[in-house]
């Protein structure tokens, strides 16, 4: 595809500027919604939602005050971040091993193991959380960092991305390795887990936009502000108004969509590079 | 379900040698690669393979957070789920969410990603944009699209009424509720899968163009007989990963309508929580994640039949 840019007659340099057009009005579609997110969050509260043009040459911060006066915004962050970052080390501590394991290292039980992940992979947490929950509460543990954080320590589409990444590495690399006489474990650590770093910037990605959004599980194991994330607030904050303070609701969504448009724009290179190199073909 | 990752350590310690015979060398990497799935099997178990199973033997029993205690109530929670119409009509907007949201989403994200790869000026503009709903905060553009279909100060409504269409109350009503989520689930997703389609596109050898362009083949006779069976993987893959998300779909109708009017958009996942929660009935609610359970295995399988063979190769 990329090899044939549009152009040798006019058909192809018709259905090209079709496309141009057509792929225009898609992104337009994307980015409208949070467009007016923005514009709405920097308007006066006094201007009616719908009257479009209104109030632009106002923009101003109350909406943002208010919002800070009235949620722990800071604190909901600080929950989103760390529930973020501490799921995201055990994911890949445990499963960039697990999955060169799979990959490259044949011993008895492999197999089983591999069928296990892949089976994880088909469980969605909407049929373990009940159960989970009762275990959680039978250790205390309800409405504890540990209840957030624990149940996503491993992630079965980490060890699979990461599987996929260590199948593609060259064999060439590990015979080298072990006709050197390094063992297993230091082959392991010194040169395939390094390597493996596109591969766990991608996943990376994948899994803290995944805890980043996450709603339904701490909705369900968590209660008040105390440890709840940022999505908690959103839903909590909405609730309060009962849809009135369209100007606050716009603000704390603002707040909450940028962090993670900020990194994407930055890492969106690595991001796309990623997933190209971890090769999702099969 | 209390199995601790701490039991690592009771394991004996792998001492890496440098100079083995053939035979202990062999065993050894056994034991490496055990021990390198060791916490990966554990959590496995503790979160997911335990639970799972769990999740089905709770649905025998009553429990209530409110009076933690196992009751055995046989067939009950299922004859009162079965029979109930709350669970008919949310297992019929689950399924009618997947069954439009996943293939206008992959087909829209094959377009786009097709369309990207064309082009030279902007691809990569376009590609930041079309992910972006993507990367947003769901919960808050949940929360944007409901202020956007609001029926009184609405951007929907004051866009239509431009053409002189009449108001109306997308998510009020019962019969645009579950459409206006299906919009906003396309909207949202349709960036990640093209992400999928780009990387699935890229990975196509050029050669096998070049070989297409000798044959002759060009335009979409080269898209259907070239660019489509090539990416099967990956259309079995998104579509996996996309039938799986919609099946779980909770956060949107739980923002926007709270299953509302009338049940219109209670979905599964909002069933389970509703259950459970409000409920305070653990034992119904694992009869809904049963069957939620059996729907994903089926779409799945399904799915692999239908591609043929399976994207994932175990390991050799």
Known sequence: ?282 | MTTSPHSISARPRIVPTVEHPVGRRRMSRTRIGQLFVLPTLLFLLAFAIVPAVANFTLSFFDWSPLRPAFEFVGIDNYVTVLQSKGFISALGNTVIYAIITVPVSIALALLVAVGIMGRLRGAGALKAIYFMPTAAMLVAMAVVWQFILDPRVGLLNEFLSWFGIPPSGWLLNSSTALPSIIAFGIWRQTGYMMILFLAGLAAIPRTVYEAAALDGLHGLKRFWHITWPMLAPTTTFAGIIGTIAAVELFDAPKIMTDGGPAGATTTLSMMIQQEGFTYSSFGTGAVVSLVLFILTLAITAVQWTISRRSPMAGPQ
């Open chain 1, 1 to 282: 595809m990329s090899a044939a840019p549009f152009g040798r007659n006019i058909p192809t340099r018709l259905l090209g500027a079709l496309t141009s057009i057509g792929l225009w009005i898609g992104a337009a579609l994307c980015l409208l919604p949070m467009i007016w997110m923005v514009v709405s969050s920097l308007r006066p509260r006094s201007v009616p939602p719908n009257q479009i043009f209104t109030g632009l040459d106002q923009l101003t911060l109350e909406n943002y005050q208010n919002v800070f006066d009235r949620v722990p915004i800071l604190q909901l962050f600080g929950n989103t971040i760390l529930v973020c970052a501490a799921v995201l080390v055990l994911q890949i501590g445990i499963g960039v091993p697990a999955a060169y394991a799979l990959a490259r290292i044949r011993f008895r039980g492999s197999r089983l193991m591999f069928w296990l992940v892949m089976l994880t992979l088909m469980v969605p947490s909407q049929v373990t959380i009940l159960s989970v929950y009762i275990g959680f509460a039978n250790l205390g543990l309800v409405n504890t960092y540990a209840a957030l954080i624990l149940p996503f320590g491993m992630s079965a589409f980490g060890v699979f991305l990461f599987y996929q990444f260590f199948r593609g590495l060259p064999h060439s690399l590990l015979d080298a390795a072990r006709v050197d006489g390094l063992s297993e474990w230091s082959i392991a650590w010194t040169i395939v887990f390094p390597l493996a770093r596109p591969a766990v910037t991608a996943f990376a990605i994948f899994s803290v936009v995944g805890r980043w959004n996450d709603f339904f599980w701490p909705l369900m194991m968590t209660q008040g502000f105390g440890i709840a994330p940022i999505t908690l607030g959103i839903s909590y904050f909405a609730d309060a108004e009962t849809g009135r303070d369209y100007g606050g609701q716009m603000a704390l969504s603002t707040l909450a969509v940028l962090p993670l448009l900020i990194a994407f724009a930055f890492a969106q290179k690595r991001f796309v590079e990623g997933i190209a190199l971890t090769g999702l073909k099969g």
